[in-house]
Nanobody
Framework: VQLAESGGGSVSAGGSLRLSCAHE????????MGWARQAPGKQREVVAM???????YSAKSVKDRFTISLDVAKNTAYLQMNRLKPEDTGTYFC??????????????????????WGQGTQVTVTS
């Protein structure tokens, strides 16, 4: 399985960015896919997840600002990030686990349950 992320960058506080993650090589008919981030000096955390049937989960820290979505036909997940804050700065990783549903308690975890990881894309929010 390969995950290819794009869409990171630098933006002022209050701005928006959209991350994309295309997956290739997934053989299971169902999976849990999402995003984890690593902020400077902080523990890595899972911030959003989505299942193939469009069930979605978002961490409290990003709820109402970040929206995860999935285009099954394009094998691509998106993370729309609005009203960005400086504390959202970090490296964002696309994550995927085949033949697995998402569990809400995985939000905020370090993502150890996810076997597949993208290379990461940098998001920088300036005040």
């Amino acid at each position: 399985v390969q995950l290819a992320e794009s869409g990171g960058g630098s933006v002022s506080a209050g701005g928006s960015l959209r991350l994309s993650c295309a997956h290739e090589g997934v053989t299971g008919s169902w999976y849990c896919m999402g995003w984890a981030r690593q902020a400077p000096g902080k523990q890595r955390e899972v911030v959003a997840m989505i299942e193939e049937d469009d069930e979605k989960y978002s961490a409290k820290s990003v709820k109402d600002r970040f929206t995860i979505s999935l285009d099954v036909a394009k094998n691509t997940a998106y993370l729309q990030m609005n009203r960005l804050k400086p504390e959202d700065t970090g490296t964002y990783f696309c994550i995927l686990q085949e033949r697995q549903v998402c569990y809400p308690h995985w939000l905020g975890d370090r993502g150890e349950r996810f076997q597949h990881w993208g290379q990461g894309t940098q998001v920088t929010v300036t005040s």
